[in-house]
């Protein structure tokens, strides 16, 4: 299993850039594991102010030659949480290709959006060699930008980022910072 940018030029091009995968032909580009920016850039302080949305397409392929069953996707938040993951599953067209949209504040029209929150959405089966268009939104936590943001909150951010901050008499670890899309699949 594994993630794809879309935004190719040609189906199955190469297009490595998470600015461009919005939607449109498949890549052969992996998204790659715990690479800062893969798919999402910081959130900005005006980003947050704003309320600004993102919103970007990527695909799932199983490239096994063996179906996979319970196929789940998720998202693992930081601890201090200032965003909302939604995703939308749409089956790709006959030439391989999802819906695109011009850029990354726009919404796609054929796309009924959930909210990832503690449990993991359902995808299902995927057969072998099967892919699956994913839709994903981030939207900023608008209501306490102030108290999120204020010089201790950020001081404590960063020292959770380090691993030297007491969280719930726990220490935080940076992979329990981190922000991860998951999946999940029985074989």
Do not use: H
């Not at 069953?69 to 949480?81: A, D, E, L, Q």
């Amino acid at each position: 299993m594994r993630f794809l940018y879309t935004g190719a030029d040609s189906y199955l091009s190469t297009q490595n850039d998470p600015y461009r995968s919005l939607g449109g032909n498949v890549s052969k580009s992996i998204i790659q594991n715990n690479r800062m920016n893969n798919l999402f850039d910081d959130i900005s302080y005006l980003s947050l102010e704003n309320g600004d949305s993102e919103t970007k397409g990527i695909v799932l392929e199983n490239e096994s030659s063996n179906p996979v069953t319970n196929v789940k996707i998720g998202w693992v938040y930081p601890i201090i949480k200032n965003y909302r993951i939604f995703v939308a599953l749409v089956a790709l067209n006959s030439s391989n290709q999802m819906e695109r949209i011009g850029n990354s504040k726009e919404v796609p029209y054929n796309a009924d959006f959930v909210e990832i929150e503690d449990d993991p959405v359902e995808i299902g089966d995927l057969e072998a060699e099967a892919r699956i268009g994913i839709w994903i939104t981030r939207t900023p936590i608008t209501d306490n930008i102030e108290q999120s943001n204020n010089c201790q909150s950020l001081y404590d951010q960063f020292l959770i980022s380090k691993g030297e901050k007491m969280q719930d008499d726990t220490v935080v670890t940076e992979n329990e910072n981190a922000n991860s899309l998951m999946i999940a699949f029985d074989n």
